[in-house]
């Protein structure tokens, strides 16, 4: 008679579906549904080698994006895809763009330098540079110009004029002439050559209405056009003009064709006096900050922005090949109608072709147009006099395909003062691109000409050398010292490096060299490199007075040259790219963003970037004009914070009536401002003024979402 009660837990039940998979729970039919979707797609793995994100972290709740649709998924924060981004949240498109970076631009963004690099006496002030990844000049009739003037991005950004453009011909810097002015100013031409060159010029500025005059040259080279000109004549231009308009003007190689060569020197010639005397405009901290800009207006009008985040996998459907969507590395399912992406995220399937220049290329052979070599000089004196008003001023300098320098295609160099905000006082930036493979190789001789290796005194003392190359901040560099002699900067990087700031390098399926990761705690990393200098006695005092002795140095400098301080060297590559599925059909939603190029202008990528959004939104107008704010109506059954405040005062108040309130909130309205009669002359003060600009995207260590943030 004895009774015994056993009490079962039951821990977790376990439910068999139709689809063959055990669930915990029930499934319903909608997600039966969306696994029979799923189990009909197509997984293709992207690029499993990207560094950044948090891949290794679970997905948790305040990581899980609101939205999983959208109309567009955009990986990677470069030019193009910002500017796509703006473009489609501007018509009210849904995007959410991410990025495996903490910071936005990709491979055109703009970065401090690491703390742990050796700097001299600007060791304290590294948080101050910003260094360019696709230094570039801005045209001042450019498309880019009229892009940011049309969409009101502008009031973003601020600019410097750029005060001179050089070039060296016969061993030597000269001026460029620019205006008409300048060619009867210059002692460079004789008085026939120019008339010659002004009656040329006035050719190439309306060359379209007069293409009977170079009907057979079109497709010949250009530099055939100019020794030929005028056509069924006696040559005019002389040796000297043909180089001046070919590098200095049109600022073309060798082998352009003379309908792109025309267009170049008009290009050119048409941004000549509406901002200054040059054609050129400098933006303030980079350009870097055209990204930042578009992805802000992006995220004014609804794009979501997450950081540290990109898709490891895309899904294909297989009965239609196009993209529907994909997985994020922190395991979020994501559905896309549109996919653009970067080369960088993409898998090696997706590359038919390798266009990088191979090692045993021989010195003889075309410089592939797809692997662009890069150089960031860092000195303490200019390479050029100032101007005559004694202002500090950028500058542009194009060095044409030389045997004596060694350069072997056209190079530009463009030297950034204190004034553009690129780097501290008493510093000067130097930018260096051409078409190359090996950056330091192709650099060799110029930098020989121009600059010296031999660190300064004080230099030495403060911060001397590292042995082996220490990896910046900026990503897909290698940092390199113009001394490389000791061995205790070395132990002080390791020291800096394990107070925060950490990267890694790899090559990536294109041939780059990638940034593996990088942790931005930067202020640690500056308070141990601010310890570790002042522990030794010799640099704190060798740094008191570093002015001084740097001007002491300059002057007592043999040749005069500058000296560099620290060096960066890297390549942009940039490979075909066909998204393609599994069977070898083509994913026409998927699109592909070229890498930046070796040009001076930002043509081909605003011409993509145009392209992509007609694919997308074929009729629609690609990125109006932005309201402004007193043209933007509210609902008035829910008023602003500030109307409510201003009708509760009025309602407190005893001497006011709600007549008198009546009339004068009718008198605030129509004193109101109104610009709806905007004209170009406006529009182009908003770019050409530095004061009035509304904000500027410096501090992107303040503006930029941390980890797993989502901005909108």
Same mark, same amino acid.
């Given at each position: 008679?004895?009774?015994?009660?056993?009490?079962?837990?039951?821990?977790?039940?376990?439910?068999?579906?139709?689809?063959?998979?055990?669930?915990?729970?029930?499934?319903?039919?909608?997600?039966?549904?969306?696994?029979?979707?799923?189990?009909?797609?197509?997984?293709?793995?992207?690029?499993?080698?990207?560094?950044?994100?948090?891949?290794?972290?679970?997905?948790?709740?305040?990581?899980?994006?609101?939205?999983?649709?959208?109309?567009?998924?955009?990986?990677?924060?470069?030019?193009?895809?910002?500017?796509?981004?703006?473009?489609?949240?501007?018509?009210?498109?849904?995007?959410?763009?991410?990025?495996?970076?903490?910071?936005?631009?990709?491979?055109?963004?703009?970065?401090?330098?690491?703390?742990?690099?050796?700097?001299?006496?600007?060791?304290?002030?590294?948080?101050?540079?910003?260094?360019?990844?696709?230094?570039?000049?801005?045209?001042?009739?450019?498309?880019?110009?009229?892009?940011?003037?049309?969409?009101?991005?502008?009031?973003?950004?601020?600019?410097?004029?750029?005060?001179?453009?050089?070039?060296?011909?016969?061993?030597?810097?000269?001026?460029?002439?620019?205006?008409?002015?300048?060619?009867?100013?210059?002692?460079?031409?004789?008085?026939?050559?120019?008339?010659?060159?002004?009656?040329?010029?006035?050719?190439?500025?309306?060359?379209?209405?007069?293409?009977?005059?170079?009907?057979?040259?079109?497709?010949?080279?250009?530099?055939?056009?100019?020794?030929?000109?005028?056509?069924?004549?006696?040559?005019?231009?002389?040796?000297?003009?043909?180089?001046?308009?070919?590098?200095?003007?049109?600022?073309?190689?060798?082998?352009?064709?003379?309908?792109?060569?025309?267009?170049?020197?008009?290009?050119?010639?048409?941004?000549?006096?509406?901002?200054?005397?040059?054609?050129?405009?400098?933006?303030?901290?980079?350009?870097?900050?055209?990204?930042?800009?578009?992805?802000?207006?992006?995220?004014?009008?609804?794009?979501?922005?997450?950081?540290?985040?990109?898709?490891?996998?895309?899904?294909?459907?297989?009965?239609?090949?196009?993209?529907?969507?994909?997985?994020?590395?922190?395991?979020?399912?994501?559905?896309?109608?549109?996919?653009?992406?970067?080369?960088?995220?993409?898998?090696?399937?997706?590359?038919?072709?390798?266009?990088?220049?191979?090692?045993?290329?021989?010195?003889?052979?075309?410089?592939?147009?797809?692997?662009?070599?890069?150089?960031?000089?860092?000195?303490?004196?200019?390479?050029?006099?100032?101007?005559?008003?004694?202002?500090?001023?950028?500058?542009?300098?194009?060095?044409?395909?030389?045997?004596?320098?060694?350069?072997?295609?056209?190079?530009?160099?463009?030297?950034?003062?204190?004034?553009?905000?690129?780097?501290?006082?008493?510093?000067?930036?130097?930018?260096?691109?051409?078409?190359?493979?090996?950056?330091?190789?192709?650099?060799?001789?110029?930098?020989?000409?121009?600059?010296?290796?031999?660190?300064?005194?004080?230099?030495?003392?403060?911060?001397?050398?590292?042995?082996?190359?220490?990896?910046?901040?900026?990503?897909?560099?290698?940092? @390199?010292?113009?001394?490389?002699? *000791? &061995?205790?900067?070395? /132990? +002080? !990087? =390791?020291? $800096?490096? #394990?107070? %925060?700031?950490? @990267?890694?390098?790899?090559?990536? *399926? &294109?041939?780059?060299? /990638? +940034? !593996? =990761?990088? $942790?931005? #705690?930067? %202020?640690?990393?500056?308070?141990?490199?601010?310890?570790?200098?002042?522990?030794?006695?010799?640099?704190?005092?060798?740094?008191?007075?570093?002015?001084?002795?740097?001007?002491?140095?300059?002057?007592?400098?043999?040749?005069?040259?500058?000296?560099?301080?620290?060096?960066?060297?890297?390549?942009?590559?940039?490979?075909?790219?066909?998204?393609?599925?599994?069977?070898?059909?083509?994913?026409?939603?998927?699109?592909?963003?070229?890498?930046?190029?070796?040009?001076?202008?930002?043509?081909?990528?605003?011409?993509?970037?145009?392209?992509?959004?007609?694919?997308?939104?074929?009729?629609?107008?690609?990125?109006?004009?932005?309201?402004?704010?007193?043209?933007?109506?509210?609902?008035?059954?829910?008023?602003?914070?500030?109307?409510?405040?201003?009708?509760?005062?009025?309602?407190?108040?005893?001497?006011?009536?709600?007549?008198?309130?009546?009339?004068?909130?009718?008198?605030?309205?129509?004193?109101?401002?109104?610009?709806?009669?905007?004209?170009?002359?406006?529009?182009?003060?908003?770019?050409?003024?530095?004061?009035?600009?509304?904000?500027?995207?410096?501090?992107?260590?303040?503006?930029?979402?941390?980890?797993?943030?989502?901005?909108?």
């Amino acid at each position: 008679n004895t009774h015994v009660t056993l009490n079962f837990s039951i821990q977790k039940y376990f439910y068999f579906s139709s689809s063959g998979r055990w669930y915990s729970r029930p499934r319903t039919m909608a997600e039966e549904s969306e696994q029979d979707v799923l189990d009909s797609w197509e997984i293709i793995d992207l690029a499993n080698d990207l560094s950044g994100g948090s891949s290794g972290r679970e997905l948790g709740k305040d990581d899980t994006l609101p939205e999983t649709s959208y109309e567009a998924i955009i990986v990677g924060t470069g030019l193009v895809e910002s500017v796509v981004s703006a473009a489609l949240s501007r018509i009210g498109k849904t995007v959410l763009h991410l990025d495996k970076n903490c910071y936005y631009g990709s491979e055109w963004a703009a970065l401090p330098v690491d703390a742990s690099s050796p700097l001299g006496p600007f060791q304290k002030k590294w948080r101050q540079f910003s260094l360019d990844r696709c230094p570039k000049m801005v045209y001042a009739r450019g498309a880019l110009v009229d892009l940011l003037v049309q969409s009101k991005v502008s009031r973003y950004l601020e600019f410097r004029g750029v005060s001179r453009t050089l070039s060296f011909i016969d061993g030597k810097m000269v001026e460029v002439p620019c205006s008409a002015a300048d060619v009867f100013n210059t002692d460079l031409l004789s008085f026939v050559e120019k008339n010659v060159i002004k009656r040329f010029l006035t050719f190439c500025l309306n060359h379209d209405q007069h293409t009977a005059d170079y009907q057979d040259f079109v497709s010949r080279p250009f530099k055939d056009f100019l020794a030929s000109w005028p056509i069924g004549k006696k040559p005019q231009l002389s040796s000297f003009l043909q180089r001046l308009v070919l590098h200095s003007i049109a600022m073309c190689s060798d082998d352009v064709s003379t309908a792109d060569g025309l267009n170049a020197t008009q290009y050119y010639l048409r941004s000549i006096g509406r901002f200054g005397n040059t054609p050129f405009l400098w933006p303030l901290y980079g350009c870097g900050e055209f990204p930042q800009s578009f992805c802000r207006m992006s995220a004014v009008f609804g794009g979501v922005y997450v950081l540290n985040r990109f898709l490891k996998s895309i899904f294909v459907d297989k009965d239609e090949p196009r993209c529907v969507g994909g997985t994020c590395n922190l395991g979020q399912k994501l559905k896309s109608k549109w996919l653009v992406v970067t080369k960088e995220y993409c898998p090696p399937s997706w590359f038919p072709m390798a266009t990088v220049a191979d090692e045993s290329q021989s010195d003889n052979e075309t410089v592939d147009p797809r692997s662009v070599s890069r150089a960031v000089l860092l000195t303490t004196k200019s390479i050029s006099p100032v101007t005559k008003e004694g202002l500090e001023e950028p500058f542009l300098l194009t060095i044409p395909p030389c045997e004596d320098l060694k350069a072997k295609s056209l190079t530009h160099l463009i030297e950034l003062p204190s004034s553009t905000a690129v780097c501290p006082s008493g510093c000067y930036v130097i930018q260096l691109t051409t078409l190359g493979s090996k950056a330091e190789e192709d650099f060799n001789g110029i930098i020989d000409h121009f600059f010296t290796r031999t660190q300064p005194v004080a230099e030495r003392a403060e911060c001397p050398a590292s042995e082996g190359a220490v990896t910046s901040a900026i990503g897909d560099v290698t940092l @390199s010292s113009a001394d490389k002699s *000791s &061995d205790d900067t070395a /132990q +002080q !990087s =390791s020291t $800096d490096k #394990s107070s %925060g700031v950490q @990267s890694s390098t790899h090559t990536s *399926s &294109d041939g780059t060299v /990638q +940034q !593996s =990761s990088t $942790d931005m #705690s930067i %202020g640690g990393a500056a308070q141990q490199a601010s310890s570790d200098t002042s522990s030794d006695g010799a640099a704190q005092h060798a740094s008191t007075d570093t002015s001084t002795r740097l001007q002491e140095e300059k002057e007592t400098s043999q040749d005069g040259r500058p000296a560099i301080f620290h060096s960066i060297f890297f390549n942009q590559q940039d490979p075909v790219c066909k998204p393609v599925a599994a069977d070898g059909s083509e994913l026409k939603n998927v699109l592909v963003v070229d890498g930046p190029n070796a040009d001076l202008s930002f043509i081909s990528a605003l011409e993509q970037a145009r392209s992509f959004f007609d694919l997308i939104c074929p009729g629609e107008e690609f990125l109006p004009p932005a309201p402004e704010p007193e043209d933007i109506c509210y609902d008035q059954a829910s008023p602003t914070s500030d109307e409510s405040s201003a009708k509760t005062q009025q309602s407190d108040s005893p001497d006011s009536t709600p007549q008198e309130a009546k009339q004068e909130s009718a008198g605030t309205t129509d004193n109101m401002p109104c610009d709806h009669e905007g004209t170009g002359d406006t529009a182009d003060d908003s770019v050409q003024s530095t004061d009035n600009s509304v904000a500027s995207s410096h501090d992107t260590a303040d503006s930029v979402p941390s980890s797993g943030d989502v901005t909108s």
